[in-house]
T-cell receptor, first 112, second 115 residues
Framework: QKEVEQNSGPLSVPEGAIASLNCTYS??????FFWYRQYSGKSPELIMF????GDKEDGRFTAQLNKASQYVSLLIRDSQPSDSATYLC????????????FGTGTRLKVLA | DTGVSQNPRHKITKRGQNVTFRCDPI?????LYWYRQTLGQGPEFLTY????????KSRLLSDRFSAERPKGSFSTLEIQRTEQGDSAMYLC?????????????FGSGTQLSVL
């Protein structure tokens, strides 16, 4: 079982719709959860982070965390073609050392 | 704050040659990470430094890979006797906190092609 799992997609949504991206993780000791966006050929850039159960909103983005289900999601409202990218879920672990584990990413396509 | 800098941006080498990459983290960032990313995959953890100490190295990492961070500033990643399977983007990231809840600042990466 991979430590962080994501559906690789592609996930296609029409412009203006809500895009829903999901991620599950295996280590219950995971303490922090991040969503990064990565455009082709570029390095990842942080979109959202969340540490506590519940929802966290930032503009068009909402991160949701459910530690009991070991599940984290990202909602993108009013999706724009510029949101088309790969979205990487990352989990922060403190197991002796500090380590961040990434999922394989979900490719999102927003159709104009 | 000039960001995380990686050099070179691109490296083409022949199989069997040694290559070395450099990463300059954001100044005073005490943690530094190396990741490898292949097409269609997420970044794969390679190794992690806290100051000059290499605290963790992926079990998947071949003995051909070695990393250093002398004086706790810049870091180098060396791959000896490169193989075609080493072709990937090598990403360096750093962050400043003693806590886990800190985002990673990524460099632009070094794209390695092994012919």
């Amino acid at each position: 079982q991979k430590e962080v799992e994501q559906n690789s997609g592609p996930l296609s949504v029409p412009e203006g719709a809500i895009a829903s991206l999901n991620c599950t993780y295996s280590d219950r000791g995971s303490q922090s959860f991040f969503w990064y966006r990565q455009y082709s050929g570029k390095s990842p850039e942080l979109i959202m982070f969340i540490y506590s159960n519940g929802d966290k909103e930032d503009g068009r983005f909402t991160a949701q965390l459910n530690k009991a289900s070991q599940y984290v999601s990202l909602l993108i409202r009013d999706s724009q073609p510029s949101d088309s990218a790969t979205y990487l879920c990352a989990v922060g672990l403190r197991s002796g050392t500090y380590k961040y584990i990434f999922g394989t990413g979900t490719r999102l396509k927003v159709l104009a | 704050d000039t960001g995380v800098s990686q050099n070179p941006r691109h490296k083409i080498t022949k199989r069997g040659q040694n290559v070395t990459f450099r990463c300059d983290p954001i100044s005073e960032h005490n943690r530094l990470y190396w990741y490898r990313q292949t097409l269609g995959q997420g970044p794969e953890f390679l190794t992690y430094f806290q100051n000059e100490a290499q605290l963790e190295k992926s079990r998947l990492l071949s003995d051909r890979f070695s990393a250093e961070r002398p004086k706790g500033s810049f870091s180098t990643l060396e791959i000896q006797r490169t193989e075609q399977g080493d072709s990937a983007m090598y990403l360096c990231a750093s962050n400043p906190s003693w806590e886990i809840n800190e985002k990673l600042f990524f460099g632009s990466g070094t794209q390695l092609s092994v012919l």
